[in-house]
């Protein structure tokens, strides 16, 4: 099983890398593809990491117990 | 006469004047410290002073939570109490409540010693310094629940990221007890797992700001597993904990800056590397296209096709070549032959015959040349231009050598 929690630091640097790796002519078309494909899927993961619900402030009392702000 | 008391209703008479005083009811005094006794049952009797006088002073075993440190002779304090009579020796004296070292020279003093210990045990030592991290989904506040500073964190943090969870702990941040309170949120940030916590308060006098200068919540800031960003005060206030903090926030709404990222950016980051991306790919295709068709017009001019139909056209090129040179040499053979015909011509006896000239043949045909090949009586045949005259010879005389004509 892969990673529940995906580094959006680690993917940012994959993704960098996608990008580069793309750039190069030494590989071949087939390659190529699956690189982009697999580019894709991490950016899809990355737009789910940031999770775009907006958050309450939660307060927490002396027994780490959490209500609304 | 005027009345006469007895020294009871004067001592009384003077405390009870005393406790009618509001300022000697609550008042500080600031003085050096001399005749320090430390009593075996707890209570503390000393003087204080100055270049002007003395007073006599004690703070009971009661209120020694007004002391936090040991007190020594010729410290500078300011002493925090009553004034009241000492009914049974007629004297007045200062009952302490609270006893601190005098002045900012103190504090700061306390801060420098703190400091230099924290330093030698290596707290501040970059190589503990953990990494802020920089896509944060939880954030831990420690600081007091109301005023500016969680305001503008939650302001901040909602305004670049309104994805990422705040965890607040409402601590006590000045006054008795704000030192523990703030280890208590460290401690329970710590527990919840954030991602990251800011540990401040807003601005404030050197005093208010003193609980972020206890030694323990800087060793709290030190244990803590998750990473800390101090943001306390303003700019120019430094307090302990920056230093052992993870990182140094110069304001709470600093500290938010530095610890949420800006979700807009990030998205349209991800949308930059998507179509960058995709132009790469694009490109790829781009260039496998036209290498493609390069491969194509070299195999094109490279097949077999191609080949015969060089050679044909080298063969027709070579035919018309024969052919040219054919009708050239014809052409120029018939002129040749024009020009024996001229010249033929020019030698044709015929054309003697036209100048005036015949000849001469025997009855065989044959051309008379010599005189000695006909006799008299033989018939000859003349040729001229227009004719042919049948004769016969009458004489004949034969000349010597010489030539008449020719």
Sequence with gaps: MEEEKLNLEEAFQKLEETVEALEQEDISLEQSFQIYKEGMELLKKCNQAIDQVEKKVLVLNEDGESHEF | MQNVYTVGQVNSYIKNMFAQDFLLQELSVKGEISNCK????????????????TIACVMFAGNRAGLNFRMAEGMQVVVRGTIDVYERDGKYQLYAKTIEQD???ALYERFERLKKELEEQGMFAPEYKKPIPKY???LGVVTAPTGAAVRDIINITSRRNPYVQILLYPAAVQGDGAAASIVRGIKMLEKKQVDVMIVGR??????????FNEEIVAQAVFDC??????AVGHETDTTIIDYVADLRAPTPSAAAELAVYDAALALSGLEGIRLSMLRKLQGRI???????????????KNSPMGRIRERRSNLISLEDGLNAAMRNRITKDRHRLA???EKLKGLSPLDKLNQGYSYVADEGGRTVTDIN???VGDALSIYVKNGIIHTRVMDKRLMDGTKKEC
């Design chain 2, 38 to 53: 430390y009593h075996s049952s707890g209570h503390i009797y000393f003087t204080l002073k100055d270049n002007k006088g």
């Design chain 2, 103 to 105: 002045g900012a020279g």
């Design chain 2, 136 to 138: 944060i989904r939880t």
């Design chain 2, 202 to 211: 807003g601005g404030g006098s050197i005093e208010d700001l003193w609980a």
């Design chain 2, 225 to 230: 597993s998750v990473p800390v960003i101090s």
């Design chain 2, 286 to 300: 781009r260039l496998e296209r036209a290498s493609l068709k390069a491969l194509e017009a070299e195999l094109k």
């Design chain 2, 339 to 341: 020009i024996y015909i």
């Design chain 2, 373 to 375: 090949r006909v006799a």
